[in-house]
């Protein structure tokens, strides 16, 4: 378990040990308990909270950097965003720039407040436009689907921060400074999305289309159908960890396949790491359906829908992935399980800012027939 690295102050913020004063003279309580924390900031441990009964306790790291995330954006009052045709018109800027810096005015940024059937972690108001942004911050869990509509259908700017590369091992609250306010890399906006690809080979007079319909952009190019793969049940097995996760490859209709995270299945001398073999599994998923796919839609938690003329490179991409996980000796174990981490680090390191944005799938139930004996 990582150390304790972020508490609440007495003034109600959520900082970082490298942010108190040592000793007791931090005046920080711990976030899940709020019993007193002491910082102890020595020369030879890493400096970290521990709480004054000296009874420690499991916290999520995860929530608690969404939480310190949140506090550096409030703090600062703004941060910087990508732009793009669509989003700067919405918003009033120049469609020239490539990024900007927003920053709130009137009325600090708030956390927390219902917009109609959505909850936005923060919403910062531009004062001298009349316009809300509703703030994301994704530390493991994507906005689904149906928060993504609920954007839509309100009109309402979301952006989505991405903190998925910072894990608690050599964490520098520095960095994640830069990332969260004024890096743009990292940041996509869940509406409105960026106009869709030209068309020069389509040949149809403005005016000819209907008066609601004229000079709207289009959702999704009308390309041509392809024949879809057929259908398919790959494995990811991780050997190291005792673990198989299943993704089903289905052909949805006559022009989309469905890209399915089905179930895990662990040994009985499964490792502690078993648990977590399934979502980082998906989580590799995602990137190569993403990353083969630029109109996938991610209809519900594990679940993708490929329009045909990306269906075959999709499936392809995923059949390479898995054939990575089929390694049965028992030396190669522990390789196997390294060669995942690996290719996960990379594809988080390498990956483009904007794309469109999966998310994790929810727990496989328990389900006796799924399970491997031995």
Aim: overall charge neutral; glycine content about 6%; aromatic content about 6%.
């Amino acid at each position: 378990m990582p150390k304790l690295v972020f508490a609440l102050h007495e003034s109600g913020r959520v900082l970082h040990i490298a942010d108190v004063a040592s000793g007791l003279a931090c005046q920080c309580t711990c976030l899940d308990c709020r019993e007193p924390l002491v910082a102890r900031k020595g020369e030879v441990r890493e400096h970290h909270f521990g709480h004054t009964s000296g009874q420690e306790h499991d916290w999520a790291w995860e929530t608690h950097l969404h939480a310190y995330a949140k506090q550096l954006i409030m703090d600062a009052g703004g941060l910087a965003v990508p732009l793009h045709a669509t989003v700067a018109e919405h918003l009033g800027l120049a469609a020239e720039t490539k990024d900007a810096r927003l920053q709130a005015g009137g009325t600090p940024i708030q956390q927390e407040i219902s917009r109609g059937a959505v909850r936005p972690d923060l919403v910062l108001h531009l004062a001298e436009r009349d316009v809300e942004i509703a703030l994301e911050v994704r530390v493991t869990h994507g906005c689904d689907q149906a928060k993504r509509n609920e954007f839509k259908r309100q009109r309402l700017a979301a952006l989505e921060i991405d903190l998925r590369r910072f894990p608690p091992e050599r964490f520098d609250p520095k960095k994640l400074a830069d990332a969260v306010l004024l890096r743009t890399e990292n940041k996509t906006w869940l509406w409105p999305l960026p106009p869709p690809p030209a068309r020069d080979w389509v040949y149809q007079l403005v005016d000819e289309l209907p008066p609601e319909e004229a000079g709207q952009p289009l959702a999704k190019p009308q390309l041509p159908r392809k024949p879809l793969p057929p259908p398919v049940s790959l494995q990811f097995r991780v050997r190291a960890w005792r673990a198989a996760v299943t993704v089903s490859v289905l052909q949805e209709g006559e022009e989309h396949i469905c890209v399915r995270v089905m179930e895990m299945a662990i040994g009985r001398m499964a490792t502690t790491n078993a648990e977590q073999a399934a979502p980082r599994i998906a989580e590799l998923v995602e990137f190569v359906v993403t990353g083969h796919s630029s109109y996938a839609e991610n209809p519900r938690a594990g679940t993708w829908l490929v329009p045909s003329w990306e269906a075959t490179a999709v499936a392809n991409a995923l059949q390479e992935a898995a054939s990575r996980y089929l390694i049965h000796e028992n030396e190669q174990r522990q390789a196997q399980g390294a060669t995942l981490e690996a290719d996960l680090r990379y594809r988080r390191q390498a990956w483009p800012g904007q794309r469109p944005e999966p998310s994790t799938p929810e727990r496989p139930r328990d389900n006796p027939y799924s399970r491997r004996r031995g």
